[in-house]
């Protein structure tokens, strides 16, 4: 943690978790933050879908859920941006307080629900930034009192489709009730038939090969996993990321909010996260590329979610602990862990130790 933010860290840590995250996105929105200033070195680069990222490290969805500040994430030099989660109608989410740091455990626990503007309004912003370059996906979701969840699905494909780089379909968070459900296989296999014949209506507008991605929960047994790996691969889903967050709270320190209800991220959730994607990895014999989020706080800890079977990686709790001046760190230090282990692009680190981490025995 170095720069403007290790001077305004305490005062930040003493604001409730909402307004430091408001104040974070105004800071942005105002230029307050760390620019990249030369190009990342060329072993970072990753080609994928078609797209060109400068570096492998991205921002989560839960940032900036509503794509106010994509652009300036960007030039802090992130090699990628999703906003969201969106819903096609504006929600305020579960009432508050609904955000708990655990500083001991570097973690944060949620139920937000979804809180966002809704597709009309995030669209348009979306669309005004679409030519700055630069990678913006857009994470997409159901509204919690909706009646058809598939629906919502769709419209955000039709909505979103023109102008995000990518879509993720949000099937994980554990704070919308019986979201998860969709992750079984009927039901998984159902939603994503409908998804990609909304995309397939786009051919033209030439948008019929957009990515579509699919967010998955860590806390998924080994039946389940197989099942979503085989439905994903039968339906030609692009990518995966692995993984929301988790309602397990093995391991943590006690202290005042563990029992909160919610979900877990941070450092507390990288051991599983990166198990459950190392045995999807192999599950799906490397063929479905993957995103690898939960508990990225170091080069070193990007570098395992690679070697565990991720193509890119996905930060976003480190963040609040650590400040934006992370991510030049993060860079530095994986570009130094590749050239250790002899690889000069990221490419050829993936996966390497997916069977390590897949029969890795978690501790408590």
Known sequence: MSGLY????????????????????NAFATGLHPRQTKPD?????????????????GMAAGFDKNCEVPDALLATGLG???????????????????VFRLADDCGVINRLGFNNDGHT??????????RRGGIVGVNIGANMDSTDRHRDYELGVSQFAADANFLTVNISSPN??????????DELDRLLKTVFAARDKMIDKDLASRPILLKIAPDINEDGLKDIAEVATK???DGVIVSNSTVSRDGLNPGRYVAEKGGLSGRPLFALSTKILARFYLLTGGNIP???????????????????????????????????????EIKRDL??????????????????????????????
């Open 6 to 25: 290790s001077l305004m860290r305490p005062f930040v840590m003493r604001l409730d978790p909402e307004q430091a995250h408001r104040l974070a996105v």
């Open 41 to 57: 070195p060329s072993a970072l680069n990753v080609n994928l879908w078609g797209l060109d990222f400068p570096n492998p490290i």
């Open 80 to 98: 990628f941006v999703e906003v969201g989660t969106v819903t096609p109608l504006p929600q305020a989410g579960n009432p508050k307080p609904r």
């Open 121 to 130: 309004r995030v669209a348009k912003r979306l669309a005004a930034r679409a």
């Open 176 to 185: 919308t009730p019986g979201l998860r459900d969709l992750q079984g296989r």
């Open 235 to 237: 339906r030609g889903v």
């Open 290 to 328: 993957l995103v690898g989020v939960g508990g990225v706080e170091s080069g070193q800890t990007a570098y395992e979610k690679i070697r565990a079977g991720a193509s890119l990686v996905q930060l976003y709790t480190a963040m609040i602990f650590e400040g934006p001046d992370l991510i030049a």
């Open 335 to 364: 570009h130094k862990c590749l050239a250790e282990d002899g690889h000069d692009l990221i490419s050829k680190a993936v996966g390497t130790a997916a069977k390590d981490w897949a029969n890795r025995e978690l501790t408590a």
